[in-house]
């Protein structure tokens, strides 16, 4: 395997690709690293960046210990949604750190830009996430590097620390300038891309999170797939067109429920729980998904009998309804999530470095 100066965390985002590509103006050899979950990340992108940044990139799945981190909660806790980013930083600073003997490298490099987000890269935060990923003397920012303390590679001459930057806060007129500069013309769009910050999949994920005895990957997948809608702990996602209708077949697992509509079109749906259902609740989730079958509803209104097929482990049953929106089932709020996570906001241990 070729081997590398440095590893650097890609997430995709113009400030990741030109933290490596400032250095290999220096004649660095970078790796980066391109780590992917349900909440964050697009592997898919990975072979067209490559193409178009020059860069060196590898996907690695990170779901799997990013789901355990959020199942044990952040110890850094959330930030306006339920997005943990502090502790996602040490987390993936963390992994990367885990790769340096595989690729030879001897640092880190990250794109975090001092004071650019008021979470995780105030001066404090950035010194608490070296601290906590054990990646002291060899994590390099080098968009903010003068205004750092100097790491091994500078230290040592690998990398000319009075070529590396001294960005601060959240303008981006001189990451365009850089942009320029390297050629770049395809400018990602700002924002951290990770799903966590955003209302609208925070109201999907939380209740996974907080009424799912174990969740796991499979569960948050689900969650950014179809209409949600909760009964205590009862799930059921329902289908809102044909490439929902195809995804869950993906996502069914043992002991999952799986509806379809019998002589009608309509949506596919899909119930979870960590609770056995019971034939009632079954009743109501297929009463639920019935509703959003327009033909179905006209054909009731005319005295038609109206059946659902309920699949569960192989076994199929018909399940005679009367299509119904008003139901215990309830889609999960915003507003129901920011509550939990502002009871849920407590400081961390002390941000010392």
């Not at 002291?136 to 590097?145: N, T």
Request: charged fraction near 25%.
């Amino acid at each position: 395997m070729k081997n590398y100066d440095g590893i650097a965390l890609f997430s995709g985002g113009l400030d990741s690709i030109l933290a490596a590509r400032l250095l290999m103006e220096q004649g660095r050899s970078i790796k980066c690293l391109h780590f992917f979950s349900p909440f964050f990340g697009h592997p898919g992108r990975v072979e067209h960046w490559q193409k178009v940044y020059g860069l060196d990139i590898t996907p690695v799945d990170a779901s799997a210990v990013f789901v355990d981190m959020l199942r044990h909660g952040p110890e850094y806790g959330f930030g306006s949604a339920m997005n943990p980013c502090v502790d996602c930083k040490i987390l993936m600073m963390r992994l990367a750190r885990e790769r340096m003997e595989q690729y030879g490298a001897t640092f880190l490099v990250s794109g975090e830009v001092l004071g650019q987000r008021p979470m995780s890269q105030r001066r404090d935060t950035l010194n608490v996430i070296r601290r906590d990923a054990d990646v002291r003397g060899i994590l390099l920012r080098p968009l903010s590097a003068k205004l750092l303390d100097p790491t091994e590679a500078e230290e040592s001459g690998l990398v000319d620390r009075s070529l590396l930057l001294g960005m601060n806060g959240r303008g981006r007129k001189e990451q365009l300038a850089l942009a320029e500069h390297f050629g770049i013309t395809e400018i990602p769009t700002p924002g951290g891309g990770c799903k966590l910050t955003e209302k609208e999949n925070t109201r999907r994920f939380w209740p996974v999170l907080s009424r799912l005895s174990a969740p796991d990957v499979n569960d948050f997948r689900l969650a950014d797939v179809g209409r949600q809608f909760w009964y205590g702990e009862y799930w059921l996602t329902i289908g809102r067109h044909k490439f929902d209708n195809e995804i869950y077949s993906s996502l069914l697992r043992e002991n999952d429920l799986h509806f379809k509509m019998a002589g009608f079109p309509g949506p596919i749906a899909l119930g979870r729980s960590s609770r056995p259902w019971d034939a009632e609740t079954v009743r109501k989730a297929a009463s639920l998904v019935a509703s959003y079958s327009p033909k179905a509803c006209k054909a009731a209104e005319e005295g038609q009998r109206i059946f659902v097929r309920v699949t569960q482990n192989g076994e199929s049953s018909l399940v005679e309804i009367s299509p119904c929106r008003e139901s215990e089932f309830r889609e999960p709020t915003w507003e129901d999530a920011r509550e939990a996570l502002h009871a849920l906001r407590t400081p961390g241990r002390q941000n010392n470095d």
